[in-house]
């Protein structure tokens, strides 16, 4: 049992080694983030190996973060999969956060755009990727403005506990399109429309956005964006 434990404690030292980002998200919605600093990152996967090899008794919280592929177990696979999420393993990505890479695409444009202006870049976090991510979700399924609990759209905003500006109005621009995020941009830079004018301001410090393939045969994708 002893060398087991020293096995697992080498190979977590070897994991806080990697040199990977930390991404940045929020623990009330997304799974992985289980010391609760409200990042997903290479501790959260040593975390997991501890919880699995008995050196830490999680709380029900971490237990839900530490089964990062959602299987109601905590194993060793849960952190692989998080070592691979941190380190942008393509694959992991595509499962664990369907289309993430074309919404950093979308992201990338705004602050393209932004910089040229003048503004300051939004910054990029999973945090957001997942309230728009919900969004395009319900959108999928009632295609509505209204959420399916008969809230309103903006609600999101604080249940994925983001900063919101009080001086700032929340918009909320929803559609089917092409899983591309540049594509999602143009057609609001082209139509000038309200969310994309919103984009483009000082006031402007949060976006959320998400995208979720669709199953039917008519639409490729259902793509939202919150600005708060």
Not at 48 to 53: R, S
């Amino acid at each position: 049992m002893k060398k087991l434990i020293s096995v697992l404690l080498a190979a977590a030292t070897m994991i806080a080694a990697v040199t990977c980002g930390a991404v940045t998200a929020d623990a009330a919605t997304i799974r992985g983030d289980v010391n609760g600093d409200n990042k997903i990152s290479l501790r959260d996967a040593t975390m997991v190996q501890k919880i699995n090899a008995g050196l830490i008794t999680p709380t029900s919280a971490q237990s839900y973060s530490a089964d990062f592929n959602a299987n109601d177990s905590v194993e060793l696979v849960d952190a692989l999969l998080i070592q691979k999420y941190v380190c942008y393993d393509k694959e992991t990505l595509n499962i664990y956060s369907p289309n993430r890479e074309q919404r950093i695409i979308f992201l990338e444009a705004v602050n393209a755009d932004r910089i040229a202006l003048g503004y300051d870049p939004i910054e990029y976090s999973d945090a957001m990727l997942e309230a728009g991510n919900i969004r395009a979700q319900e959108y999928l399924m009632n295609e509505d403005h209204m959420r399916p609990n008969g809230r309103s759209f903006d609600s999101i905003i604080t249940e994925c506990n983001l900063p919101t500006n009080p001086n700032f109005t929340i918009l909320e621009k929803t559609a089917y399109d092409s899983i591309k995020g540049k594509t999602f941009y143009n057609n609001m830079k082209s139509d000038n429309t309200k969310v994309y004018k919103a984009m483009m301001t000082a006031e402007c410090r949060v976006v959320c956005v998400g995208s979720i393939p669709s199953t039917t045969s008519s639409r490729s994708a259902t793509w939202a964006i919150v600005i708060a």
